[in-house]
Protein backbone atom coordinates (compact mmCIF):
# COMPACT_ATOMS: atom_id res chain seq x y z
CA UNK A 1 0.00 0.00 0.00
CA UNK A 2 1.71 3.08 -1.45
CA UNK A 3 1.11 6.37 1.13
CA UNK A 4 0.04 9.96 -0.85
CA UNK A 5 0.81 13.58 0.96
CA UNK A 6 -3.72 14.75 1.17
CA UNK A 7 -4.20 17.23 -0.99
CA UNK A 8 -4.64 19.95 2.15
CA UNK A 9 -1.07 19.09 3.58
CA UNK A 10 0.11 19.85 0.31
CA UNK A 11 -0.89 23.08 -0.49
CA UNK A 12 -0.23 23.96 2.93
CA UNK A 13 3.82 23.61 1.59
CA UNK A 14 5.88 26.84 2.43
CA UNK A 15 7.17 28.47 -0.96
CA UNK A 16 10.86 28.88 -1.17
CA UNK A 17 11.74 32.40 -2.90
CA UNK A 18 15.49 34.25 -3.04
CA UNK A 19 14.35 37.76 -2.41
CA UNK A 20 15.75 40.72 -4.75
CA UNK A 21 18.96 43.09 -3.83
CA UNK A 22 17.30 45.93 -2.51
CA UNK A 23 17.11 48.75 -5.60
CA UNK A 24 17.31 46.12 -8.47
CA UNK A 25 15.66 46.75 -11.40
CA UNK A 26 14.53 44.53 -14.31
CA UNK A 27 16.75 45.36 -17.31
CA UNK A 28 19.36 47.14 -15.32
CA UNK A 29 22.77 46.51 -16.07
CA UNK A 30 23.85 45.21 -12.40
CA UNK A 31 22.09 44.94 -9.10
CA UNK A 32 21.26 47.75 -7.60
CA UNK A 33 21.50 50.71 -10.38
CA UNK A 34 19.37 52.54 -12.01
CA UNK A 35 18.94 55.20 -14.86
CA UNK A 36 19.63 58.85 -13.42
CA UNK A 37 16.26 60.79 -14.15
CA UNK A 38 16.75 62.78 -17.14
CA UNK A 39 14.71 65.80 -14.91
CA UNK A 40 17.69 65.87 -12.06
CA UNK A 41 19.24 69.23 -11.41
CA UNK A 42 21.45 68.13 -8.80
CA UNK A 43 24.10 65.39 -9.18
CA UNK A 44 25.37 62.67 -6.49
CA UNK A 45 29.14 61.32 -7.79
CA UNK A 46 30.65 58.53 -5.99
CA UNK A 47 34.52 58.84 -7.16
CA UNK A 48 36.39 56.02 -5.80
CA UNK A 49 34.82 56.90 -2.17
CA UNK A 50 35.22 60.41 -2.54
CA UNK A 51 31.33 61.91 -2.65
CA UNK A 52 30.51 64.56 -3.93
CA UNK A 53 27.40 66.91 -4.99
CA UNK A 54 26.89 69.53 -8.16
CA UNK A 55 24.46 70.62 -10.61
CA UNK A 56 24.41 68.99 -13.95
CA UNK A 57 25.01 72.60 -15.67
CA UNK A 58 28.55 72.23 -13.86
CA UNK A 59 29.35 68.92 -15.35
CA UNK A 60 27.41 69.84 -18.75
CA UNK A 61 29.23 73.77 -19.00
CA UNK A 62 32.60 72.45 -20.72
CA UNK A 63 33.09 69.85 -23.70
CA UNK A 64 34.43 67.56 -20.88
CA UNK A 65 34.27 63.92 -20.62
CA UNK A 66 31.72 64.20 -17.93
CA UNK A 67 29.79 66.55 -20.59
CA UNK A 68 29.47 63.16 -22.93
CA UNK A 69 28.25 61.21 -19.53
CA UNK A 70 25.62 63.81 -18.01
CA UNK A 71 23.97 65.31 -21.36
CA UNK A 72 21.45 62.64 -21.72
CA UNK A 73 23.18 60.70 -24.76
CA UNK A 74 24.26 58.21 -22.80
CA UNK A 75 22.44 55.99 -19.43
CA UNK A 76 23.96 56.94 -16.82
CA UNK A 77 23.40 54.49 -13.77
CA UNK A 78 23.15 54.86 -10.00
CA UNK A 79 23.05 52.67 -6.95
CA UNK A 80 19.87 52.40 -4.57
CA UNK A 81 21.09 55.63 -2.62
CA UNK A 82 20.99 57.99 -6.09
CA UNK A 83 24.88 57.98 -6.39
CA UNK A 84 26.62 57.54 -9.49
CA UNK A 85 29.84 55.60 -9.44
CA UNK A 86 32.94 56.62 -10.92
CA UNK A 87 35.55 54.19 -11.17
CA UNK A 88 38.45 56.76 -10.40
CA UNK A 89 40.12 58.21 -7.51
CA UNK A 90 38.96 60.94 -6.23
CA UNK A 91 41.75 62.50 -4.86
CA UNK A 92 41.75 65.27 -7.64
CA UNK A 93 37.90 65.63 -8.38
CA UNK A 94 37.01 68.81 -6.26
CA UNK A 95 39.67 70.34 -7.86
CA UNK A 96 37.88 68.93 -11.19
CA UNK A 97 34.58 69.95 -10.49
CA UNK A 98 35.96 73.64 -9.13
CA UNK A 99 37.48 74.16 -12.48
CA UNK A 100 34.57 73.31 -14.41
CA UNK A 101 32.77 75.96 -12.18
CA UNK A 102 35.42 78.42 -12.35
CA UNK A 103 37.30 77.96 -15.28
CA UNK A 104 40.61 77.95 -13.31
CA UNK A 105 41.85 76.99 -9.82
CA UNK A 106 44.93 77.25 -7.75
CA UNK A 107 47.56 74.45 -8.52
CA UNK A 108 49.33 72.31 -6.45
CA UNK A 109 52.79 73.30 -5.16
CA UNK A 110 54.51 69.86 -5.42
CA UNK A 111 55.16 68.43 -8.64
CA UNK A 112 53.99 65.24 -8.04
CA UNK A 113 50.75 66.37 -7.35
CA UNK A 114 50.62 68.38 -10.36
CA UNK A 115 51.41 65.36 -11.90
CA UNK A 116 48.57 63.53 -10.68
CA UNK A 117 46.03 66.34 -10.98
CA UNK A 118 47.53 66.38 -14.90
CA UNK A 119 46.72 62.68 -15.56
CA UNK A 120 43.32 63.36 -14.28
CA UNK A 121 42.29 66.19 -16.17
CA UNK A 122 43.77 64.11 -19.44
CA UNK A 123 40.97 61.30 -18.19
CA UNK A 124 38.20 63.44 -18.07
CA UNK A 125 39.37 65.57 -20.97
CA UNK A 126 39.27 68.97 -19.26
CA UNK A 127 41.57 70.81 -21.77
CA UNK A 128 42.10 74.51 -20.20
CA UNK A 129 43.23 72.16 -16.94
CA UNK A 130 45.69 69.77 -18.91
CA UNK A 131 47.10 72.80 -20.36
CA UNK A 132 47.39 74.97 -16.70
CA UNK A 133 48.85 72.06 -15.89
CA UNK A 134 51.62 71.13 -18.13
CA UNK A 135 52.85 75.12 -18.14
CA UNK A 136 53.33 74.62 -14.39
CA UNK A 137 55.45 71.47 -14.67
CA UNK A 138 57.44 73.35 -17.87
CA UNK A 139 58.20 76.34 -15.78
CA UNK A 140 59.22 74.28 -12.44
CA UNK A 141 61.40 72.59 -14.97
CA UNK A 142 62.88 75.64 -16.29
CA UNK A 143 63.27 77.27 -12.43
CA UNK A 144 65.38 74.11 -11.21
CA UNK A 145 68.40 75.45 -9.13
CA UNK A 146 71.50 73.47 -9.79
CA UNK A 147 72.57 71.12 -8.04
CA UNK A 148 76.20 72.74 -7.65
CA UNK A 149 76.96 76.22 -9.30
CA UNK A 150 80.16 77.17 -10.02
CA UNK A 151 81.16 80.78 -10.52
CA UNK A 152 83.66 82.08 -12.63
CA UNK A 153 85.73 85.29 -12.03
CA UNK A 154 85.81 87.74 -14.33
CA UNK A 155 87.23 90.51 -12.69
CA UNK A 156 89.03 91.24 -9.34
CA UNK A 157 86.06 93.27 -8.31
CA UNK A 158 83.60 90.28 -8.81
CA UNK A 159 85.97 87.92 -6.73
CA UNK A 160 85.76 90.25 -4.38
CA UNK A 161 81.91 90.90 -4.14
CA UNK A 162 81.96 86.48 -3.83
CA UNK A 163 83.89 86.43 -0.90
CA UNK A 164 82.46 89.55 1.19
CA UNK A 165 79.17 87.71 0.73
CA UNK A 166 79.43 84.37 1.85
CA UNK A 167 80.19 82.64 4.73
CA UNK A 168 81.48 79.14 3.41
CA UNK A 169 85.03 78.92 2.80
CA UNK A 170 86.62 79.28 -0.22
CA UNK A 171 88.44 76.87 -3.04
CA UNK A 172 89.39 79.04 -5.97
CA UNK A 173 90.98 77.51 -9.02
CA UNK A 174 93.20 79.51 -11.32
CA UNK A 175 93.96 78.29 -14.82
CA UNK A 176 95.01 80.00 -18.12
CA UNK A 177 97.20 78.09 -20.03
CA UNK A 178 97.66 81.31 -22.52
CA UNK A 179 99.35 83.24 -20.01
CA UNK A 180 102.74 81.70 -21.26
CA UNK A 181 105.43 82.89 -22.72
CA UNK A 182 107.82 79.49 -23.19
CA UNK A 183 106.66 76.66 -24.37
CA UNK A 184 105.06 73.83 -22.18
CA UNK A 185 106.83 70.19 -21.03
CA UNK A 186 105.60 66.77 -22.74
CA UNK A 187 103.37 66.23 -19.85
CA UNK A 188 102.14 69.76 -18.95
CA UNK A 189 98.70 69.43 -20.71
CA UNK A 190 97.97 66.32 -19.06
CA UNK A 191 98.83 67.77 -15.10
CA UNK A 192 96.61 70.79 -15.88
CA UNK A 193 93.63 68.32 -16.99
CA UNK A 194 94.49 66.71 -13.78
CA UNK A 195 94.12 69.80 -11.57
CA UNK A 196 90.69 71.22 -13.29
CA UNK A 197 89.29 67.47 -12.92
CA UNK A 198 90.30 67.50 -9.41
CA UNK A 199 88.70 70.84 -8.86
CA UNK A 200 85.63 69.36 -10.66
CA UNK A 201 85.67 66.23 -8.32
CA UNK A 202 85.96 68.51 -5.29
CA UNK A 203 83.26 70.56 -5.98
CA UNK A 204 80.79 67.83 -6.37
CA UNK A 205 81.85 66.17 -3.28
CA UNK A 206 81.77 69.83 -0.61
CA UNK A 207 79.32 71.92 -2.70
CA UNK A 208 77.17 71.92 0.13
CA UNK A 209 80.31 73.30 2.74
CA UNK A 210 82.40 75.02 0.58
CA UNK A 211 82.18 77.73 -2.38
CA UNK A 212 84.09 76.72 -5.28
CA UNK A 213 85.53 79.27 -8.04
CA UNK A 214 87.09 78.81 -11.15
CA UNK A 215 89.04 81.76 -12.60
CA UNK A 216 90.49 81.99 -16.17
CA UNK A 217 91.70 85.48 -16.42
CA UNK A 218 94.18 85.91 -13.80
CA UNK A 219 98.08 86.01 -14.03
CA UNK A 220 98.92 82.66 -12.68
CA UNK A 221 98.69 79.50 -15.45
CA UNK A 222 97.37 76.90 -12.86
CA UNK A 223 97.29 78.04 -8.88
CA UNK A 224 94.70 76.81 -6.10
CA UNK A 225 93.76 79.36 -3.52
CA UNK A 226 91.88 78.86 -0.35
CA UNK A 227 89.74 81.67 1.47
CA UNK A 228 88.32 82.00 4.65
CA UNK A 229 86.14 84.50 5.93
CA UNK A 230 86.93 86.69 3.35
CA UNK A 231 90.85 86.52 3.46
CA UNK A 232 93.18 83.88 1.62
CA UNK A 233 94.29 81.29 3.66
CA UNK A 234 97.01 79.36 1.79
CA UNK A 235 98.29 79.43 -1.81
CA UNK A 236 99.28 76.26 -3.82
CA UNK A 237 101.09 77.48 -7.48
CA UNK A 238 101.30 73.78 -9.82
CA UNK A 239 103.62 76.06 -12.27
CA UNK A 240 107.57 76.39 -12.51
CA UNK A 241 110.76 76.91 -14.87
CA UNK A 242 112.36 74.24 -15.74
CA UNK A 243 115.77 74.43 -18.12
CA UNK A 244 116.35 72.63 -21.20
CA UNK A 245 118.83 72.38 -23.20
CA UNK A 246 118.33 75.04 -25.36
CA UNK A 247 115.65 77.10 -24.04
CA UNK A 248 113.40 77.87 -21.09
CA UNK A 249 110.31 75.95 -20.55
CA UNK A 250 107.01 76.07 -18.26
CA UNK A 251 105.75 73.02 -16.31
CA UNK A 252 103.12 71.90 -15.20
CA UNK A 253 102.49 70.40 -11.68
CA UNK A 254 99.77 67.79 -11.34
CA UNK A 255 97.98 68.03 -7.73
CA UNK A 256 100.93 67.45 -5.12
CA UNK A 257 99.39 66.09 -2.30
CA UNK A 258 102.58 66.82 0.13
CA UNK A 259 103.23 70.31 -1.12
CA UNK A 260 99.58 71.53 -0.91
CA UNK A 261 99.81 69.84 2.64
CA UNK A 262 102.42 71.83 3.81
CA UNK A 263 101.53 74.66 2.72
CA UNK A 264 98.08 74.42 4.31
CA UNK A 265 100.02 73.23 8.08
CA UNK A 266 102.14 76.72 7.76
CA UNK A 267 98.57 78.92 8.01
CA UNK A 268 96.56 76.39 9.66
CA UNK A 269 98.10 74.99 12.72
CA UNK A 270 95.24 72.82 13.69
CA UNK A 271 95.45 70.82 11.08
CA UNK A 272 97.53 67.36 11.66
CA UNK A 273 99.94 65.92 9.46
CA UNK A 274 97.66 63.59 6.89
CA UNK A 275 98.26 60.89 4.03
CA UNK A 276 99.94 62.85 1.38
CA UNK A 277 97.87 59.73 -0.90
CA UNK A 278 94.77 60.80 0.37
CA UNK A 279 95.32 64.22 -0.20
CA UNK A 280 92.89 66.26 -1.13
CA UNK A 281 89.36 65.27 0.44
CA UNK A 282 91.17 64.36 4.05
CA UNK A 283 92.85 67.71 4.05
CA UNK A 284 90.09 70.28 2.31
CA UNK A 285 87.57 68.46 4.73
CA UNK A 286 89.43 69.29 7.77
CA UNK A 287 90.26 72.76 6.61
CA UNK A 288 86.73 73.41 5.94
CA UNK A 289 85.98 72.52 9.43
CA UNK A 290 88.36 75.03 11.30
CA UNK A 291 87.05 77.57 9.28
CA UNK A 292 83.47 76.95 9.79
CA UNK A 293 84.52 77.33 13.88
Not at 55 to 69: I, N, P, Y
Request: one cysteine or more; a positive charge.
Amino acid sequence: MSAEASGPAAAEAPSLEVPKPSGFEPGSAAYGLKPLTTNSKYVKLNVGGSLHYTTLRTLTGQDTMLKAMFSGRAEVLTDAGGWVLIDRSGRHFGTILNYLRDGSVPLPESTRELGELLGEARYYLVQGLIEDCQLALQQKRENLSPLCLIPTVTSPREEQQLLASTSKPVVKLLHNRSNNKYSYTSTSDDNLLKNIELFDKLALRFHGRLLFLKDVLGDEICCWSFYGQGRKIAEVCCTSIVYATEKKQTKILPEHCKRLEIKVNKMLSKVQALCHDVWPLKILSAWSLLTLT
